[in-house]
């Protein structure tokens, strides 16, 4: 009935609008809710509508939902109870002078989000990606709905429907692509989901319980340190660390020794873990350590093989070691097994390899025929390990001993020397010998020299030097030179005395030493003094009285000098006549006087004879001198 008489109201507006829109007469149709009104899901709401003109002749709700409609004067209101439709439009219409007003609205229905409930993974490794999936029970319309999703009170995503086209409550789940972080670690994740029907209506929010997630990280396999070779039953450090794990307390970080676990204590540090421990490997082998980290659901491992071997020190005997020279020495180096086996024995003497018979693969024997060089150089066995593709080498060392007689060098017994009077030199003279010979040089007369005393010229000669051991002896002559300073023993004057002017002077030094001294002239600083090519000698050819003074000859050689003094006194004789003269005169009076007579009586005869000599004389005065001298005589 109601349907009816719409569908006729309906056809007559129909018929009526043509006219309507001629005519200038306005008459607005208000719905006092506006549009949209939202209504919860099954519930009821009440619109009103007013016309803004008279004489309305009818009017009305027109709509499928259960109502229940009040007219009075100018407005209608209806009551929709039990709406479960999730849009409607009911209209709003009157009938004026056969025209027909409308207007209508929107009625969605809405259903607040129920039952939220959060998924997640309750461990997660850092950087990788999870999702997280948020679901809700029942909530319309989607387009309004708002999924957050949190973490503690910050908001990691949120998505939206706006576009979504469905109206009717559904049952959703979104879900988000977390890459786990450190710093999730205890974090409470919930979702929040927001049903917005602002501004016409409400804001519903429900949110899910809250759950804590645990993260990790462990980006890298463990990493072993052992030495690759370990000599067996030595002890030796095993250690493995990992780094950068999250969170370091729970890690778990053990060691395997070829399967069998090892009891390390572990260490961390920031974001390492280190384990370690001290292993003593009693097995000559091939070992393999590893380790295993494990954190959550994540193991890591690392494997690492190492190698133990056996490697004795080789055993080394000289057979004879303290022998004479020429005779065999045998050398024994033995090793008692190696693991492995791969070994290689070398034996030398003083750096040189010996030629040796391997007797067995672990012994090795050397015969070597020592001489007098071979005294203590060193016997060396070294054995080299080979432990996969690595070397390693032990070695035994012994010294020789060869005995042998004294011998003399050039350089420990000169032949030659040369010592110094007075001073405390000896003959320096060593010989090599083992034992450590006994030296003794001695003279002709049986003397030598000893330690007493001091070194006289007397102390020159050959002398042999004996070196004794227990091995024999060794001679050797030795030239003793020995080396004194000068001594001048005299400065022989020629004339001895009375030299008077214009006669020739010479003086001569005599001085002993050696090396041969050099000679030295201090004299009067006069000219026309000459010297001898060796200079001990000194001549004056024309003596005159300046020359008369000190003469002091110095002889010099490297162990020091000597220097002796000697006068000349250069005498005019006519100063000295004259002199003498003067002198007996007072009391010769009378002698004189007779004399005078005499002298007078002879010098005319003389003077006579002489100037017949003088045409044939060069020095006539000189030759006078005499004349007159012998005369006196
Ligand atoms: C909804 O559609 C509009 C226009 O097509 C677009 O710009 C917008 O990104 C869409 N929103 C979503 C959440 O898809
Ligand atoms: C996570 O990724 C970042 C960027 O690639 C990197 O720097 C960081 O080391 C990673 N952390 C872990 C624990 O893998
Ligand atoms: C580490 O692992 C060992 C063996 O798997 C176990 O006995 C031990 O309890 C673990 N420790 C930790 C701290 O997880
Ligand atoms: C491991 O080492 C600790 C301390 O070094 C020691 O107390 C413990 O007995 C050891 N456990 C085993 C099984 O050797
Ligand atoms: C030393 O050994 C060599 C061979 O190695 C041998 O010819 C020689 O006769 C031996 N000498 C002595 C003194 O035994
Ligand atoms: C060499 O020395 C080893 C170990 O001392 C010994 O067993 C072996 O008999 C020796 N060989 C000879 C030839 O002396
Ligand atoms: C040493 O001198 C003596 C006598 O001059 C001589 O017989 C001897 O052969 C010399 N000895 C040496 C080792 O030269």
């Not at 008459?27 to 099954?42: M, T």
């Not at 229905?109 to 999936?133: C, F, G, H, K």
């Not at 370690?276 to 000559?284: D, L």
Request: glycine share 6%; with cysteine; charged share 20%.
């Amino acid at each position: 009935m109601q349907l009816q008489l719409g569908f006729l109201l309906f056809a007559l507006s129909c018929l009526r609008q043509g006219l309507v829109a001629t005519t200038d007469e306005s008459c607005s149709v208000s719905i006092l809710e506006g549009s949209p009104v939202y209504v919860e899901y099954g519930g009821s709401l009440v619109l009103n509508c007013t016309f803004s003109c008279e004489n309305i002749t009818y009017w009305d709700w027109e709509t499928s939902l259960t109502k229940k409609v009040n007219r009075d004067g100018s407005w209608v209101s209806t009551i929709l109870s039990n709406i479960t439709v999730w849009e409607s439009s009911p209209i709003c219409f009157g009938i004026q002078n056969e025209r027909n007003l409308q207007n209508q609205t929107t009625i969605i229905a809405y259903r607040p989000p129920t039952d939220v409930s959060i998924r997640l993974a309750e461990v997660m490794e850092v950087n990788q990606s999870y999702p997280i999936n948020c679901s809700i029970l029942s909530v319309a319309p989607l387009r309004n709905t708002r999924v957050t999703f949190r973490r503690g009170e910050e908001t990691l995503h949120v998505l939206t429907f706006e576009n979504s086209s469905t109206i009717e409550g559904i049952e959703k789940e979104v879900t988000y692509l977390h890459t786990a972080q450190e710093t999730d670690y205890e974090k409470l994740f919930s979702c929040l989901v927001e049903l917005d029907l602002t501004p016409q209506g409400k804001l519903f929010n429900e949110s899910s319980s809250k759950m804590t997630v645990k993260t990790f990280a462990l980006p890298e396999d463990p990493e072993i340190s052992m030495a690759t070779y370990t000599e067996e039953a030595s002890e030796v450090t095993v250690k493995c660390w990992v780094s950068g794990v999250f969170p370091a307390e729970e890690v778990n970080l053990s060691l395997e020794l070829n399967g069998e676990d090892l009891n390390v204590t572990v260490t961390r540090m920031a974001d390492v873990v280190t384990a370690e421990v001290q292993v003593t490997p009693m097995q000559s082998q091939e070992y393999y350590i590893t380790c295993n980290a494990i954190l959550e659901s994540k193991t890591r491992s690392a494997t690492k093989a190492v190698y133990v071997y056996s490697f004795p020190d080789p055993l080394l005997t000289v057979i004879d070691a303290s022998t004479k020279t020429g005779n065999n020495v045998t050398i024994n180096c033995s090793l008692a097994e190696t693991k492995p086996t791969s070994v290689s024995i070398n034996v030398t003497a003083g750096g040189v390899p010996l030629s040796c018979e391997k007797d067995s693969h672990f012994q090795t024997l050397c015969v070597l025929t020592v001489q007098r060089e071979d005294h203590a150089k060193e016997v060396v066995c070294e054995v080299q390990l080979k432990v996969s593709e690595w070397v390693t080498a032990k070695r035994t060392s012994a010294q020789l001993d060869v005995t042998y007689t004294p011998i003399f060098s050039d350089s420990s017994c000169p032949s030659a020397q040369t010592l110094v009077e007075g001073s405390s030199d000896r003959i320096r003279c060593q010989a090599e010998g083992n034992p450590t010979p006994h030296i003794r040089c001695t003279r002709d007369d049986s003397s030598y020299i000893d330690g007493r005393g001091s070194l006289t010229r007397a102390h020159l000669g050959t002398y042999v030097c004996t070196a004794t051991n227990s091995e024999g002896l060794a001679n050797r002559n030795v030239t003793v030179t020995v080396e004194y300073k000068p001594t001048i023993s005299s400065i022989d004057i020629d004339p001895p005395a009375a030299i008077t002017k214009g006669k020739i002077v010479t003086l001569q030094c005599f001085a002993s030493g050696l090396p041969l001294p050099k000679y030295q002239w201090s004299t009067p600083k006069v000219e026309n003094i000459t010297y001898s090519s060796d200079n001990t000698r000194i001549t004056i050819y024309n003596a005159q009285t300046h020359h008369s003074g000190s003469y002091t000859c110095t002889a010099t050689n490297i162990h020091g000098s000597h220097m002796q003094e000697k006068s000349i006194s250069v005498t005019d004789p006519v100063h000295t006549i004259l002199a003498a003269v003067l002198g007996t005169a007072a009391g010769c009076g009378l002698v004189a006087a007779a004399i005078g007579y005499y002298l007078y009586y002879r010098a005319q005869k003389i003077r006579k004879y002489k100037l017949q000599q003088a045409q044939n004389s060069p020095t006539g005065k000189s030759l006078m001198a005499n004349g007159g001298n012998n005369a006196v005589v």
